[in-house]
């Protein structure tokens, strides 16, 4: 019986030709039938796929094959089946796209002049000892459907925003406390916490692997609260049937874990919503407009359902 399994992954290490470890890449799940989303910069790869778990495990144990793979930190999860529509293998400069490509240094063994590394137990020893402030390196959106307990959630839309966030000066009274960032997988706080000691802060440390290998060892019994937002068809996870719904609907502030797209499909805002406004979300900008359009589109449509009544009643 065919088990799907979904694996997140990333690695730092320089990289000579990312164009040619892209084609491998290609032609290594196609072979395998793995669908998903992989990108390689200069600075390593990051992707989540998944398949098969026969499959998976191949995919994975012939990428750690390549010496600059070895060490690619790897997380596992349970999927639904087709849980990607389709495999995307791209170059970018930026492994994740804080807008700050020539800022990262990156040697075999990751991020240079990063965060240090703090392991879910270690995390708990912290936590226990001192005043900890955690991060959270993730969108709005992301934070909304779950986030650890008292966590800072920047008011960003995506990762390009970071920058400008950090010097804005908000953040500068915990530039001489402890920090903890923390992401899904582990990649975006290993960029975040590199940026943020560029830019004065001086006890920064960095939840390694992530939320993902944090759910792993704590479940819902820790410091986390609420689903874990993800990137496949899943859109959302619970670590256990315990989770707490700490999400509120854009529409009706009912508790949901539940998020959408405005419904104007050339816009990309997000929303948590209840599963009654699921389908009518619309963000500020657009809710105006949808809605004089479905005006429009009744208007028009009421004479013929007019004509058709009166039809109906002449036949009975």
């Known amino acids: 019986m065919s088990v799907p399994k979904i694996l997140l992954f990333y690695v730092f290490a320089p990289l000579a030709d990312p164009e040619a470890l892209r084609l491998w890449q290609r032609e290594l799940c196609d072979s395998l039938g793995i669908r998903g989303r992989i990108l390689l910069s200069k600075d390593g790869m990051n992707g989540t796929v998944g398949g098969e778990l026969r499959a998976v495990k191949t995919y994975l144990r ?26 995307s293998v791209r170059v970018r400069d930026e492994l994740v796209s804080f807008g700050a490509p020539g800022e990262l240094e ?22 226990a000892e001192r005043n900890v402030t955690f991060f959270d390196g993730r969108n709005r959106i992301e934070a909304a459907i779950g986030h650890f307990e008292n966590a800072v959630i920047p008011e960003v839309q ?12 908000k953040y500068d009274h915990l530039k001489d406390e402890p920090v903890v960032t923390y992401c899904t997988g582990g990649i975006r706080c290993e960029v975040l916490s590199s940026i943020m000691v560029n830019r004065g802060f001086r006890e920064v440390y960095q939840l390694d692997g992530g939320i993902a290998r944090y759910g792993e060892e704590f479940g819902d ?13 899943r859109l959302s ?47 500020p900008v657009h809710e105006p407009a949808l809605r004089e359009e479905a005006l429009r589109a009744s208007d028009l449509h009421e004479p013929a359902l007019r004509s058709a009544l009166t039809s109906i009643a002449t036949q009975i």
């Open 158 to 169: 995506n990762t390009r925003e970071f920058v400008a966030e950090i010097e804005s000066g």
């Open 62 to 87: 012939k990428t750690r094959e390549y010496a600059p793979f070895a060490g690619m930190d790897a997380k596992w999860s349970e999927g639904i089946g087709e849980d990607f529509p389709r495999l």
């Open 221 to 233: 019994s820790g410091l986390w609260k609420g689903s874990l937002y993800v990137f496949d068809k």
């Open 237 to 283: 996870m619970d670590f256990t049937d315990a989770a707490a719904i700490v999400g509120r609907c854009y529409a009706c502030d009912t508790p949901s874990k539940t998020t959408a797209n405005c419904r104007d499909l050339s816009c990309r805002e997000q929303f948590v919503v209840c599963d009654e406004h699921a389908a009518t979300v619309a963000c």
């Open 106 to 127: 990156v040697d075999d063994n990751g991020v240079i002049g990063g965060g240090t590394r703090l392991t879910p137990t270690e995390l708990h020893d912290l936590v």
